[in-house]
């Protein structure tokens, strides 16, 4: 069984209008969205922005309201109890986005790492310092830290507060939101090593939510791509990569830049041949609302949306 | 837009209801009640009891809520306790005192602020911005009713250009050119004193409005083409800065009647701030009632207005 | 032993200043020569006043004395005597004193009304915000002074204690506002989500976290309505529905000017007490302004 399942999962916003405020429509957000995470792998979540990827981990993570489905972490459903369940809270955990304004400005780092240990540990003063000691040494920043506030750190040594934070209790699944994203090229490939070197240690699962297709290539086991809160296209990496099976993901590996010039014939021919898929056949892949078609599997591990392929 | 609109018009309805529930209950705390004032005091209680009864004192709240709201709805304050005579006979010279004062004050008001404020937004930085801004700087911490003591104290009594009570000279006529220059006469002062201080809002809003304006594309993109600088002011800064001043009146008139309760006590003019102070003072709640729900009318008539006409003029406020 | 080296240094770090709200803004105002002057005036007055009425004694100056009444200022009387023969520059001093006691009073309870409201409407939003701010719209719309003197005028046992409450009732809604409309953006920013995700408490999260990060535009907010609460209080009393005559305040020594003879002859009484409310109040304007420049100039990490 899944270490984490997610089925068909929605998340509608209201729309509010007419003279009373009432709701005359749902952004669907999220739209029927099912996965299964396995303990210590990464699932990568991609999608252009708006295409309901953080939307869907910050469901799961309880900071938005489900509309339907359920999500079951190890074996117990935890749909209703996202916030209050204290073993979820603990053993989920959230890398956000920008480094900026996920640190608090008024903390200093001690109290943004205490903050977890407080919530869920009761340890003496000297045991918490020296827990926080522990949490610098593994993100790798200095203990004089400690009494630094976050804008006297660099976007990257602020993102490994933000992971410091996430691991300080412990937790078995860390839901990513592209946590490079913010970063300076340069500075990206260090943080995602540094993550694989700590789910390597301490067995994490990890669903990273991103857009950068070569990122994800490289951190993810298996993938999910999204488009208008569903899902495209689902399976294992090298088969969305190597064997993309509908247009929209045919389009999006075939925007990759290949740094090879042997390459750029075969590039070229591969995106032109794309594109040209894609004018001729876009009613074959989408409904009449631009909306793509449920999922049907075409192997074991490998899911497509298409109408009248596979089984 | 009409759903704007409609949905402000909504909001009002509770706001008035509450209102009124509000001034029924505070009336109701207020010491004694309509009888009070009639009853011949040799009479003995029962009768008093039996007279209660009648009148309806003695049913639920919501009933005598009800009556009482639906004679207001008709212009019906009931009788004064002091005057013994009707609330609404009472009301009407002191409203149209207290309406043209008010509105002689919002025309001084806009009088001083748009020459003002265009000069000190037009030429910023330079002496006149200087002391058009100290001004307003000092307008804005200066609580009326101790300017218009000094004024009422400089311009009344030590130069004795203006009348210090009053709103007409006695003895004169009405109709008369003299009966209204009077009139004029009697009402300037206050009113000068009320807009100087009331207009330093909106002074300092045209004069950031319009340096604003002046910075945006679409003025660079006039000077461009040659137009005069006169024409760039005139024709494109001035109509975009001006047109929210005029929606701004719904919430003057609101701060004016606030203000009235002070100009009218300093300057001993016979209005209906002064009437409120004075039936307060003499326990004559029926017209303190009155005054009370007439004010708090105005106050929610003046924000609807301007925020209807904001939200014409600046569809910016609708999404809110 | 790596840790116990570095606990050392850490120690020393430790003094090392925190960008709180107030530290922020006295950095900025430090620079303002204006501000600073007022600040400083504000403080000689506050220190003169609360100084110099610990060792009057009130109801000696409150007492009754009909054989010096409205004297001019004279060495005895350096502003003269009221129409009971009360010493005027007494009654200022002590006046003063008062009027900026219930003027603070008044900014606390309602800034503390303020924050509480305000914070949990925009840290929650949806419901619970709609009908707060229906709620203060409610009570922005009603016609403040009248309601304030109907209050003052109905309620039983007057007190000074009383009159700070029913001004609090009707002036904290436009902090409120303040206070709400950046919980409401500051709510949104991911260091809020990152509490929840921690496993911290909704109270814990607003006046731990969210809180703090409001505390420059809580101080600057408080000063600018201090300046106007002065102003309020001393209408009310000048009005008569303000401090009672027996425990003089600025509004008080002015409501003789409602009398024309008090008004055109003897200026001493009032015109004192009108310019010393002009001056308290520009000053604590000067402060307020002056921090609010230095705080939108650069929306700091204060």
């Known amino acids: 069984m899944a270490y984490l399942e997610v089925n068909d999962l929605k998340v509608h916003f209201p729309i509010k209008g007419g003279i009373f405020g009432r709701t005359v429509d749902h952004v669907k957000a999220v739209d029927g969205v099912t996965m299964r995470i396995e303990k210590g792998k990464t699932y990568g979540l991609v999608g252009e922005s708006g295409s309901g990827k953080s939307t869907t981990g910050r469901a799961i993570m309880g900071l938005n309201k489900i509309t339907a489905g359920n999500i079951i972490f190890d074996g117990k459903d935890v749909t209703n109890e996202r916030g209050t369940r204290e073993d979820f809270r603990k053993d989920v955990q959230m890398i956000f986005q920008d480094p900026y304004s996920s640190l608090n400005p008024r903390k200093r780092v001690y109290e943004i790492l205490a903050e977890p240990l407080r919530n869920f540990e009761k340890l003496s003063k000297s045991e918490e310092k020296k827990r926080i000691y522990e949490l610098l040494e593994i993100v790798g920043l200095s203990p004089e830290s400690i009494y630094k506030y976050p804008h006297q750190f660099s976007g990257g040594q602020r993102q490994r507060i933000g992971i410091a934070r996430a691991v300080a209790l412990q937790p078995k699944l860390i839901i990513a939101d592209e ?114 078609y449920p999922l049907r599997k075409i192997s074991d591990t490998h899911l497509v949306a298409l109408p009248g392929r596979g089984e | 837009m009409w759903k704007f609109i409609v949905r402000r018009i909504l909001i009002m309805i509770p706001q008035l209801i509450l209102l009124s529930i509000l001034i029924f209950f505070l009336a109701g705390l207020m010491p004694g009640d309509a009888l009070s004032g009639q009853i011949d005091p040799s009479l003995d209680f029962e009768t008093i009891e039996k007279k209660r009864e009648e009148l309806g004192f003695n049913d639920p709240w919501y009933q ?231 004010f708090g009318l105005a106050t929610i008539l003046g924000s609807l207005i301007s925020d209807i006409v904001l939200s014409l003029v600046d569809p910016r406020i609708r999404i809110k | 032993m790596e840790t116990n080296q570095s606990s050392v240094e850490i120690e020393v770090k430790e003094i090392e200043k925190s960008p709180s709200g107030l530290r922020v803004v006295w950095r900025e105002l430090k620079k303002d020569k204006l501000a600073m002057a007022s600040l400083l005036l504000l403080i000689l007055i506050a220190a003169f006043v609360y100084g110099v009425s610990w060792t009057l004694n009130q109801d000696e100056i409150v007492k009754v004395d009909l054989f010096a009444i409205n004297e001019p200022p004279s060495s005895e009387y350096w502003l003269g005597t009221d129409y009971g023969g009360r010493d005027v520059f007494g009654q200022l001093i002590i006046g003063t004193k008062n009027s900026l006691t219930i003027g603070i009073l008044v900014t606390l309870m309602s800034g503390f009304i303020g924050i509480v409201v305000g914070i949990i409407s925009g840290y929650f939003g949806g419901t619970v915000d709609n009908i707060m701010m229906r ?168």
Request: net charge neutral; aromatic share 12%; with cysteine.
């Open chain 1, 179 to 292: 946590p490079v994203s913010a970063l300076d090229v340069s500075v990206q490939a260090q943080v995602l090593n540094f993550m694989q070197q700590i789910q390597e240690e301490y067995g994490l699962t990890y669903i990273f939510i991103g857009h950068d297709l070569g990122v994800i290539r490289h951190v993810c086991d298996r993938i999910g791509i999204m488009y208008k809160g569903r899902f495209v296209e689902e399976g294992n990496t090298d088969e969305i990569f190597n064997n993309p099976q509908h247009i929209y993901t045919k389009r999006l590996v075939s925007a990759i830049p290949d740094i090879d010039p042997r390459n750029r014939g075969k590039q070229i021919n591969f995106r032109a041949q794309v594109q040209k898929e894609y004018e001729e056949s876009f009613s074959d892949y989408f409904d009449e609302d631009g909306l793509v």
């Open chain 2, 64 to 294: 005598q809520y009800g009556r009482w709201i639906s004679g207001v709805v008709q212009g019906d304050f009931g009788i004064s306790f002091r005057h013994k005579v009707q609330v609404t006979e009472l009301l009407s010279e002191r409203m149209t005192n207290t309406l043209w004062l008010s509105l002689l004050s919002l025309v001084i008001t806009y009088l001083i602020a748009i020459p003002l404020g265009v000069i000190s937004g037009r030429y910023n930085d330079r002496i006149a911005d200087q002391l058009i801004t100290g001004y307003t700087y000092i307008g804005f911490a200066t609580p009326l009713f101790i300017f218009a003591l000094l004024m009422v104290w400089f311009f009344g009594f030590y130069l004795d250009w203006f009348p210090t009570g009053g709103s007409v000279k006695p003895g004169l006529t009405p109709g008369t050119f003299s009966y209204f220059m009077s009139k004029i006469h009697h009402m300037l002062l206050p009113a000068i004193s009320m807009a100087l201080i009331a207009t330093v809002g909106t002074v300092q809003y045209l004069r950031s409005e319009i340096i604003d304006t002046k910075q945006k594309d679409f003025i660079l993109t006039a000077r461009a083409k040659g137009a005069s600088e006169s024409r760039v002011y005139n024709r494109h800064i001035f109509r975009n800065a001006l047109l929210p001043i005029a929606a701004f009146f719904g919430y003057e008139m609101a701060a004016l009647i606030g203000g009235s309760i002070f100009v009218e006590t300093i300057f001993s003019y016979p209005g209906m701030g002064q009437l409120f102070l004075d039936s307060i003072n003499l326990r004559d709640y029926s017209v303190v009632t009155a005054t009370v729900l007439i």
């Open chain 3, 135 to 302: 709620i203060v719209d409610f009570f922005m719309v009603l016609p403040f002074l009248m309601i304030v003197i109907v209050f003052v005028a109905i309620v039983p046992k007057y007190t000074v204690t009383n009159f700070s409450l029913i001004m609090t009732l009707f002036l904290w809604m436009g902090i409120t506002r303040l206070i709400r409309s950046r919980a409401l953006q500051e709510g949104e920013l991911d260091y809020i989500q990152a509490s929840k995700t921690l496993g911290s408490s909704h109270i814990k999260i607003m006046f731990t976290q969210l809180l703090p990060n409001l505390s420059s535009l809580i101080i600057v907010t408080m000063t600018l309505n201090l300046a106007a609460n002065i102003g309020i209080e001393s209408g009310l009393s000048f009005l008569g529905f303000g401090f009672p005559e027996s425990t003089p305040s600025l509004g008080t020594l002015l409501s003789y000017a409602r009398n024309p003879q008090v008004l055109e002859h003897r200026w001493w009484i009032w015109l004192p007490a009108a310019l010393l409310i002009l001056i308290l109040m520009l000053a604590v304007r000067n402060v307020g302004e002056a921090m609010k420049r230095a705080t939108d100039a650069r929306q700091r990490r204060g």
